[in-house]
Each structure stands twice: as structure tokens, then as C-alpha cells.
């Protein structure tokens, strides 16, 4: 699906990491909400409260999931969960372009 | 208005200057498009086709309109109107979060 249709969108950006990490918040007509996000090269930790799914629609980077001790290398049309509660790390190798849906 | 509702939105980010700027763009039920954007500091030269109204949401740039020698300072809250069929330049001083509505 390239297109979301028939959503709000909150104008003000989330801004991460001087702006390393900065994203949209965009919520669906079954109040579902999920972000789309940009990330420039770097190492970003962040903490997740509901379960999450991260898309990566565009680039590359490696991701260090919460109770693992493998990077996991995942590219453009690949994704990766994330346990509610946790943290998880990434290295952006290449500026990724990203959707994030919040799991109830 | 700290939202838009009922929108169609592109997954995609639109990538500019190796990730300086991202931004999304967003259809209305009215045909009109606007995008989303974020730019960290740099200069940046855009070219336009229609006329654009660019507001400065959260952040601090100058900016050189076409047919100007004189920079303009903006601020978050502020904005701009550019001529369609022209070049601008804007210099970054603070990451900068803005809405770009292209108007007919």
C-alpha cells in the first residue's frame, strides 16, 4: 500500500535527536496510529510502550532488538517488530525513510 | 489548526540533499496538495512550479526569494509566499519543521 487514505495528521513534527529522527503522527478512522518517520545516519535508542511494527519503506540499517545481542541488518522493504515496554537500538547506515504502527 | 483530517497521505517519503530535508506529501478532498516537512541546518536552493505558501511551523532559517538580494529571517509561526517558475534559497539555522501548500 503506498498511500494512506482518509487519515488525521497531526502537523507538528516528533523530533528526535536534534533531528536525527523525526516523524508524523498520523491516526486511522478505527483509531489505530501510526508514524512515518525519517532517519539520517546515526545510533538512535528509543523505548516503546504498546508493541510496535517498523517498516523500513526506504534504506538501511541494523537494529539491536530488546534481549537480543545479534544487530539484525534489515534494508527498504523489510520490517521488524518490537515487545511493548522495551528498548531497542538502531544504526542507521543509510538516511531510512520508516512507518511505525503502534500495536494495541 | 494543529491538524488535517480527512487526507490522503503518500508513504514515501520525498528526499532532498541526502536526507537535510524529508517530507510528506498530502492530498485534500478538495484536490489541493500540501506537504510536511522537516530540514536540518544547510542551505538549500528549491525550484518551484506553482506559486507556494511555505509557514515555518518550528524552527529558524533565512531565506532569499527569487528576485531578492535581501535575506529574510523567519521564524517558527511565520511564513512565506514564493513565485511559481522560480528558484529560492533557504539557510537552515535551527532544525526547521514546515508546511508547504501549493496553491493554483
Avoid: H
Amino acid at each position: 500500500m503506498s498511500e494512506f487514505a482518509n487519515i488525521t495528521i497531526v502537523k507538528k513534527a516528533n523530533v528526535y535527536f536534534d533531528g536525527g529522527v523525526s516523524s508524523r503522527t498520523l491516526r486511522f478512522p478505527d483509531g489505530s496510529v501510526k508514524t512515518l518517520g525519517f532517519m539520517l545516519p546515526g545510533e538512535y535508542t528509543f523505548s516503546t510502550q504498546d508493541p510496535e511494527l517498523m517498516e523500513i519503506i526506504d534504506g538501511e540499517l541494523e537494529v539491536l532488538l530488546p534481549e537480543s545481542e545479534q544487530w539484525l541488518k534489515v534494508q527498504g522493504g523489510e520490517s521488524f517488530n518490537v515487545a511493548g515496554n522495551a528498548k531497542f537500538t538502531m544504526k542507521v547506515i543509510k538516511p531510512s525513510d520508516y512507518c511505525c504502527s503502534f500495536l494495541k
